[in-house]
């Protein structure tokens, strides 16, 4: 199948409120190169990619720039993309259902290469990420995350959520950050299942780890 490659456009909307400002770019199923100068800005969903099939369907993200978009990448279920040398400058997110902000969210994704990126956030950040990681634990390839520039008062630069154990961190920077690594109670639980398998604890020392971990007293 030929590789569709989109290369210096602009994605903008005007004065519109974020829940309305809509995707620029919407990948299922695709193969697709996304690079070269492409500028995203004022949306709430820069690129949005979902592959729900078997066969490998690469999504190259390189070259491009995102300024106040609310979620600037999501790849969901891709296997052998890469985001390479982008540039997002994320605003700042709010409580409440899909209402925080993040640059790079990997959702089940596999053999990912993240490399090169700069994250920026505003001078006040609460409920914004730089990278979110979810269940990135395909076993046949990891996913790599090198080379990375975090900057700004990310409430948390990167978070963590459930199995991630086949994703690599490597020479990542974080500057200004309220919390460079973050690991959701998601995250830790599965930690915890991790060191019974590992360290053959008992299940009472489990469960008072799982309590623990749930705030129960």
């Known amino acids: 199948t030929p590789t569709m490659v ?21 990948i299922t199923n695709d193969k697709v190169n996304i690079e070269s100068t492409n500028v995203f800005q004022n949306l709430f969903k ?5 592959n729900l099939l078997t066969t490998i369907k690469g999504i190259k993200v390189i070259g491009n720039t995102f300024v106040n978009v609310a ?23 709010n409580s409440g259902t899909d209402n925080d902000t993040y640059g790079l969210t990997l959702y089940e994704a596999k053999a990912v290469n993240v490399k090169d990126n700069t994250f920026y956030a505003t001078t006040s950040a609460p409920y914004t990420r730089g990278f979110v990681a979810y269940k990135c634990s395909y076993t046949g390839y990891q996913t790599n995350v090198t080379n990375n520039l975090f900057e700004g008062n990310f409430s948390e630069a990167t978070l963590f959520s459930d199995n991630n154990r086949f994703l690599q961190m490597q020479c990542n920077a ?12 998601q995250a830790k639980l599965f930690q915890t299942v991790s060191r019974i398998q590992v360290e053959g604890k008992s299940v009472d020392e489990v469960l008072s780890e799982l309590l623990n971990i749930l705030e129960i007293k």
Do not use: M
């Open 6 to 26: 989109i290369h210096q456009n602009l994605f903008t909307t005007e004065n519109l409120t974020a829940d309305n400002r809509g995707t620029g770019i919407r």
């Open 46 to 50: 820069g690129i949005d990619a979902y």
């Open 71 to 93: 979620k600037g990448v999501t790849l969901n279920n891709v296997v052998g993309g890469k985001v390479e040398n982008n540039s997002f400058t994320i605003p700042t997110g």
């Open 174 to 185: 974080y500057n200004g950050c309220q919390k460079d690594w973050y690991f959701d109670d």
